[in-house]
Structures are given as C-alpha cells and as structure tokens.
C-alpha cells in the first residue's frame, strides 16, 4: 500500500521538487494550499503544473488550526513535510508580525494537529541557516549555537525548538533539516540568486542595462534545491528521528555569483551591477558555511550539482523565460 504524504509549501521552489520526487517513489502526496493560489493557477501553481494532476490539494490556512486539524484527521498522512513559510528575509524586516504569525503559528498548528492523530506519523521541519545568523564557528554544525538577525531566523529558531520539544515531549518522530542555501530555476525573483540570472538574462537581451544589489561581499553555501528535497526524504526513512545541517561545504559571495551569471551570458560584472544602499539588510549575516558530515554519515548523502552548474543552469533557464515571455 503507497505511503501517504502530506507537504506544506508545494507551490514553492522546494515544495515542487519534494512532490515529484516522492510521485517518483509511489507516494499518494496530498498538499495545503492557500485558496487564494486555487483562484490564481497561472501565477501561483506554476512549479507544480506538470503534476497538478497527480497530486491532490486541499484549501486551508496555516494560520487555521482548525482547518489543519480537519485535513489532518481526513487523510491520516503517514509522512507531514511542512515547508511553507513567510521565506524571504528582507520582507521579514519590513513585516515581522506577519512573519511570526504564519512561521511560528503555522508550524505550532500542524504540530499539535499531526500528534493528535498518530504516534507513528513522521514529521519533517524546514529550518534554515538563517538560524545561525551572526555566526560564532565556521563552519557550522548541528552544535552551533544559534544567533538570527531577522524575524525570519527568529521564526525558524522557533519552530526548530517547537519541533525538537514534540518530539521529546510525545515522542513524535519529528526531524529538522537545517538547510543552507538552496537555489534552482524555480527560486523567487525576489531571492538573490533568481535577481541576478534573471538580470544576466534580460541585460543579454538588451531589456535593461543595470542591476541594483545590496551586499554583493555576503558569502553563502549554495546548492541545488533538487539535491537538498532528497534529504528531507532521508531523515523520514531513519528509525530515529534527528536534526541535520544540510549544505555543500563550500563558499562564495553574492560577487561570485554575479561573476560566473554575466561570464555565461559573455558579459562583464563590473559593467552592470549597483550597489544600491538601500538593499543591505540592517542587521547582515556575512558568513554561513555547513559542516554536513553527520548527514554524510547517517544519511549517506551528498551533494550532486556543483556551484558552477547551478549558476548556469539559473542564467540558461532564465534566459528560455525572458525569449518565451519577453520580460
């Protein structure tokens, strides 16, 4: 009999790829969706429209326990993937109550309605390196000490807290993957790394000349989106349930990106991009470096694509959408 999973956040970068790859390995995947995205397919389900046939959706707000609770006792999922979040950190400064609300509530709310229901049922959060913040070790392991400097980070640190004291308190086996940074075609424009190929893109097509970015020095951990969803399957399948740093080992700056963007496209950085004040966080997180070993270790995983080819996988995807839509 096929598993039954339910997935929070299907509609975003790793939701997407989460629900193929489990559609690959036989799983009945069930989804929470706004209802707004039902009333608007064409922008808001977008990631999922070569499955949306495949999947079934359930309207509900994550700020409703109730009505997480009503679809949690009518599928009686065997597996819960709660990925959906208020996710980009610059909009957390600008709104940190509604951040707090969906973030911290959200995950509250579908902890309490899944332990209502099974002891045996898996749960799965989506942390973040964000957590990490102002960083006192790199790299950064499951034993470093946490330090956000958003609402965002506030946000997850929370949610890490509330997953790791249900499964203590009524032994859930409930996992947290604490993901760095992790990119694809798929990324929001409003992320970095989307900003930058797509600008490379509409720079090469002569739709516009500069591209304004904040702290072009910030060094992240990037990876590929389609690699790190693997894992949150992985710590799923283990007998016991664990927190894992998740992430490439390896670092470059938000410069490094916009290099190898404009060197695909034939194009010189240096000739295109701003640095635009007003895009610098008020409180930076400049360094953030993963020490994935225990996930090599227990969950036999690495990471596949490199650095390179996911940059141009973005700029080449990026390129396909500014000829097909011309913007």
Same mark, same amino acid.
């Given at each position: 009999m096929s598993k039954l999973a339910l997935i929070t956040g299907i509609t975003g970068q790793d939701g997407s790829y989460l629900a193929e790859l489990l559609l690959e390995k036989g799983y009945n995947v069930h989804s929470i969706i706004r209802r707004i995205a039902l009333e608007d397919e064409t922008h808001r389900l977008w990631r999922i429209k070569n499955i949306i046939k495949d999947v079934t959706l359930h309207s509900a707000s994550l700020e409703s326990y109730a009505s997480l609770y009503k679809i949690v006792q009518k599928i009686r999922p065997d597996e819960v993937y709660h990925l959906a979040a208020q996710s980009y950190v610059a909009y957390s400064f600008e709104d940190e109550f509604s951040t707090f609300? $969906?973030? &911290?509530?959200? $995950?509250?709310?579908i902890l309490s309605a899944v332990k209502e229901f099974s002891k045996n049922l898996k749960f799965y959060f989506a942390g973040s390196s964000e =957590?990490? #913040?102002?960083? @006192?070790? &790199?790299p950064q392991? +499951?034993? %470093?000490?946490?330090?956000? /400097?958003?609402?965002? #980070? &506030? @946000?997850?640190? %929370? #949610?890490?807290?509330? %997953?790791?004291?249900? /499964?203590?308190?009524?032994?859930?086996?409930?996992?947290? #993957? &604490?993901?760095?940074?992790? +990119? @694809?075609?798929r990324r929001g424009f409003e992320f970095v790394t989307r900003k930058i190929s797509h600008g490379a893109a509409r720079i090469k097509k002569g739709l516009q000349k500069k591209l304004k970015l904040g702290n072009i020095n910030a060094r992240r951990d990037w990876g590929h989106a389609q690699d790190y969803v693997k %894992? =949150?399957?992985? =710590?799923l399948q283990q007998d016991n349930p664990g927190d894992y740093v998740i992430g490439t080992g390896i670092e470059n700056s938000v410069k490094d990106f916009a290099k190898k963007a404009f060197n695909h496209v034939g194009l010189n950085y240096k000739d295109h991009i701003v640095v635009d004040k007003s895009l610098i966080r008020p409180a930076e997180v400049n360094a953030l470096l993963a020490n994935y070993s225990k996930a090599k270790k227990i969950l036999k995983w690495k990471p596949e694509v490199s650095f390179d080819d996911l940059v141009k996988g973005m700029v080449e995807s990026d390129l396909e959408f500014v000829t097909n839509y011309g913007y």
């Open positions: 609300n $969906t973030n &911290i509530n959200g $995950t509250h709310y =957590m990490f #913040g102002k960083v @006192s070790k &790199i392991d +499951e034993n %470093t000490p946490f330090h956000p /400097r958003s609402a965002y #980070g &506030i @946000s997850k640190v %929370t #949610g890490y807290h509330l %997953t790791k004291n249900y /499964r203590e308190a009524y032994k859930l086996h409930a996992s947290n #993957g &604490i993901l760095f940074n992790h +990119e @694809s075609p %894992t =949150m399957w992985l =710590m």
